[in-house]
């Protein structure tokens, strides 16, 4: 069964670094997401991408946060200087086009997650 | 704005015996609902989906919810635990306005044997 696949499982950075999450969405996806979980917190949605460019953004998606499909399977998350607060498990998820835009009531493939640690 | 609420962060149940997960949501309209598991290690799974078809949803190894309109619940059971079914448990509420999904805290399944 096709599935998201994500690299790193674990990275650890120093504050200020710039980190680099990798997610390969499985192959006929047309959306794609980033959503956090910072420990003991909710599962946050981050960022929606469609189309090679962001649909939706959280409140949290601030500009040190950016995204990128560079080639055809990579969907990157890139975290340009880190912080102590962004330590947390980053999900990667990917559905295909049933739904369209709206697409709310078709599932999301998640993969298994990069836990990122700053220290 | 369409939230989700579990009630329970931890739920210990012995196998074979019924599981119980409970979740309340909040919206103004008939909202889209999902449960998601996470295994250690593992990604989110969709365990089942609630999309105003039925309000009795069956889903993947033998899960079952119930959308009840009247007590804004969407509650996970399972008649008999098995141990591989521990893990931890999302309710999940699709954000038309966001057009992303908002996740509950989790109720963490512990089985004993």
């Known amino acids: 069964e096709p599935e998201v696949t994500q690299t790193p499982s674990h990275q650890v950075t120093q504050m200020g670094q710039e980190v680099i999450l990798r997610c390969v969405p499985i192959s006929n996806h047309l959306y794609f997401y980033w959503y956090r979980q910072i420990l003991g917190q909710k599962v946050e949605f981050l960022v929606s991408?469609?189309?090679?460019?962001?649909?939706?953004k959280s409140e949290i998606f601030d500009d040190q946060f950016s995204v990128e499909r560079p080639d055809g399977s990579n969907f990157t998350l890139k975290i340009r200087s880190t912080k102590l607060e962004d330590s947390a498990m980053y999900f990667c998820?990917?559905?295909?086009?049933?739904?369209?835009?709206?697409?709310?009531?078709?599932?999301?493939?998640f993969g298994p997650g990069t836990r990122l640690t700053v220290t | 704005a369409q939230s989700v609420t579990q009630l329970d962060s931890h739920v210990s149940v012995s196998e074979g015996t019924p599981v119980l997960l409970r979740c309340n949501y909040s919206?103004?309209?008939?909202?889209?609902l999902f449960w998601y598991v996470q295994h250690p290690n593992k990604g989110l799974q969709l365990l089942l989906k609630?999309?105003?078809?039925?309000?009795l949803v069956k889903g993947i190894n033998g899960f079952e919810a119930e959308f009840k309109k009247s007590e804004t619940s969407f509650h996970l059971t399972k008649p008999s635990a098995h141990m591989s079914d521990a893990a931890e448990y999302f309710c999940?509420?699709?954000?038309?306005?966001?057009?992303?999904?908002?996740f509950g805290s989790g109720t963490r399944l512990q089985v004993q044997p």
């Open positions: 998820a990917s559905r295909d086009s049933s739904g369209g835009a709206l697409g709310g009531l078709y599932e999301q493939y």
């Open positions: 999940v509420v699709y954000r038309t306005g966001r057009r992303a999904l908002t």
């Open positions: 609630y999309t105003s078809a039925a309000t």
């Open positions: 991408f469609y189309n090679n460019e962001i649909s939706e």
């Open positions: 919206s103004s309209y008939s909202p889209s």
